[in-house]
């Protein structure tokens, strides 16, 4: 099972690669509505969670999960560390340089003791196995949200009738 998350973490790489690439500003500025996150937020939050959330919390855990794990604020960070003014190729360089990072990390792994659990004063014993699942799923819901947010912006410019595409 662990295998197959990380192999599917790997793939991820490639697939946010072929969604993000080469856009223009205009598309990864864009946002559906005020208070919304654009393609650039989404990729810096990408970013910021594959290093500071997931690769850390599954470290922390694995090694020794009596430590306190570093807070995070993926919510906050969006304005405290001003995402819509990164330079976008340089934050999607960043976030699969980090996810290549994590992959290796994953795999140089020695029997790891994905059993191992921290105990959280909110949400209970949280294992390593637990944030590496999540960490996955987290993937998941990114890439839903990043091919919707893409969808609607090509409803917003385009002066043609999508419908005969199908239903979102």
């Known amino acids: 099972m662990y295998t197959s998350i990380i192999r599917s973490l790997e793939r991820n790489k490639k697939i946010f690669i072929a969604l993000l690439i080469e856009l ?10 005020p208070g919304k996150w654009s393609l650039l937020e989404i ?3 990408l970013r ?30 969006v304005q405290e560390r001003k995402y819509i003014e990164q330079n976008y190729r340089t934050v999607l360089n960043s976030f699969i340089d980090e996810r290549e990072r994590s992959v290796n990390w994953l795999r140089s792994l020695t029997e790891p003791k994905w059993d191992n659990s921290f105990l959280h004063p ?3 014993p949280m294992s390593a196995k637990l ?3 999540n960490w996955l799923a987290h993937d998941l819901l990114h ?3 990043i091919n919707k947010l893409r ?7 385009s002066t043609e009738d999508l419908s005969y595409a199908g239903n979102w």
């Open 24 to 33: 223009p500003s205009e598309e990864y500025l864009w946002r559906q509505a």
């Open 43 to 45: 990729l810096c939050h």
């Open 48 to 77: 910021d969670e594959e290093v500071e959330d997931f690769r850390t919390r599954v470290r922390y855990v694995l090694e020794d999960p009596s430590q306190t794990l570093p807070p995070i604020d993926p919510v906050g960070w």
């Open 122 to 124: 909110k949400f209970g």
């Open 131 to 133: 944030f590496l699942s």
């Open 143 to 145: 890439i839903r949200q």
């Open 151 to 157: 969808f609607d912006y090509l409803k917003h410019i």
